[in-house]
T-cell receptor, first 115, second 111 residues
Framework: GAGVSQTPSNKVTEKGKYVELRCDPISGHTALYWYRQSLGQGPEFLIYFQGTGAADDSGLPNDRFFAVRPEGSVSTLKIQRTERGDSAVYLC?????????????FGPGTRLTVL | GQQLNQSPQSMFIQEGEDVSMNCTSSSIFNTWLWYKQDPGEGPVLLIALYKAGELTSNGRLTAQFGITRKDSFLNISASIPSDVGIYFCAGLRQGAQKLVFGQGTRLTINP
């Protein structure tokens, strides 16, 4: 079956512009995660959805970042007034949720470059 | 944001050599995970550890969950060219779903 897919694979934008990054999780996965990976670093958690609701958004760096998952499947990460420091690879992951840890399957990421 | 302390940052070895890398934290994690990331791809899970003191193998890979729950190590035996990549440790706290990652260990293998 298909894995997690993310579009676009690369996005170049200018400082101050608005961008949207899309994630298609594995079919049937109830949980969806967004992480940000800066160059030479490990991924850092941004937000986690269980179904349609954001169960934990403690990793969003500021109010320019927002994410939605209106039908409990596809998610969109939205960044307003982009800054050069937002340049990174944005990774999406999905998993089934049970009582204990369930493997998070990662997509290939969207590389965002803010000029 | 918080990241786990992972070492070494990079390794240059000969094919066939064994590799060891480790990860430490100032706080307790209830699950430790090891991932591998290839260029242009997302991380892929290699080994998951759920219990303090647990030693788990996956082929040539062996990982241990430290008894204090604040550290873990990963060993790769008899390295081969496809082992090249970046290895990340990650921790998960009780009741949480967000992974906390280390900074990564970049493995380069000379044939």
């Amino acid at each position: 079956g298909a894995g997690v897919s993310q579009t676009p694979s690369n996005k170049v934008t200018e400082k101050g512009k608005y961008v949207e990054l899309r994630c298609d999780p594995i079919s049937g996965h109830t949980a969806l995660y967004w992480y940000r990976q800066s160059l030479g670093q490990g991924p850092e958690f941004l937000i986690y959805f269980q179904g349609t609701g954001a169960a934990d958004d403690s990793g969003l760096p500021n109010d320019r970042f927002f994410a939605v998952r209106p039908e409990g499947s596809v998610s969109t990460l939205k960044i307003q007034r982009t800054e050069r420091g937002d340049s990174a690879v944005y990774l999406c992951a999905s998993s089934l949720i049970q009582s204990s840890y369930n493997e998070q399957f990662f997509g290939p990421g969207t590389r965002l470059t803010v000029l | 944001g918080q990241q786990l302390n992972q070492s070494p940052q990079s390794m240059f070895i000969q094919e066939g050599e064994d590799v060891s890398m480790n990860c430490t934290s100032s706080s307790i994690f209830n699950t430790w995970l090891w991932y591998k990331q290839d260029p242009g791809e997302g991380p892929v899970l290699l080994i998951a550890l759920y219990k303090a003191g647990e030693l788990t193998s996956n082929g040539r890979l062996t990982a241990q969950f430290g008894i204090t729950r604040k550290d873990s190590f990963l060993n790769i035996s008899a390295s081969i060219p496809s082992d090249v990549g970046i290895y990340f440790c990650a921790g998960l706290r009780q009741g949480a779903q967000k992974l906390v990652f280390g900074q990564g260990t970049r493995l380069t293998i000379n044939p």
